[in-house]
């Protein structure tokens, strides 16, 4: 059995969530996905509008999710030592970042291969924050 392993904040889920969602579990028999929490959110300088408890309820409904377990922190090598997956599953965007160079190299030495999927352009839970914005203000 192959299991996969994805994390996001899945804020606003739309459809480029689902593409993720979608394209990694064809990869997989099971797939697992971290939701980040509020606290980690708010570290990275940013608020959810949805609550973690919300977000984690939307991705548990996805019907390529097997199961959702809370981000609590960036290490993804802590959480590989918990879940034991044998895919992780990452955004395009990291591709050859030094970061992700250094944990892609680390996944290597216990057989875990890191699969980079296209960003989905022209769609992002910012995006529709910065539209809804716009919107509201424009009512004003």
């Given at each position: 059995m192959i299991?996969?392993?994805?994390?996001?904040?899945?804020?606003?889920?739309?459809?480029g969530?689902?593409?993720l969602l979608r394209n990694a579990?064809?990869?997989?028999?099971?797939?697992v996905v971290g939701v980040t929490t509020d606290e980690l959110v708010s570290y990275k300088n940013k608020k959810a509008v949805i609550?973690?408890?919300e977000r984690m309820e939307v991705v548990r409904a996805c019907r390529y999710v097997d199961a959702v377990i809370p981000q609590e922190?960036?290490?993804?090598?802590?959480?590989?030592?918990?879940?034991?997956?044998?895919?992780?599953?990452?955004?395009?965007?990291?591709?050859?970042?030094?970061?992700?160079?250094?944990?892609?190299n680390k996944f290597k030495e216990v057989g875990v291969r890191v699969v980079y999927f296209p960003?989905?352009?022209?769609t992002?839970?910012?995006?529709i924050n910065n539209v809804l914005l716009d919107?509201?203000?424009?009512?004003?």
């Open positions: 299991l996969g392993y994805t994390t996001g904040v899945f804020d606003l889920f739309h459809i969530h689902v593409n579990k064809a990869m997989c028999d099971k797939l609550s973690f408890e922190d960036m290490d993804k090598f802590a959480q590989w030592e918990k879940v034991k997956f044998d895919l992780v599953f990452v955004g395009d965007d990291w591709f050859k970042t030094e970061k992700w160079q250094t944990i892609d960003y989905s352009k022209g992002s839970s910012t995006l919107l509201r203000s424009d009512k004003k």
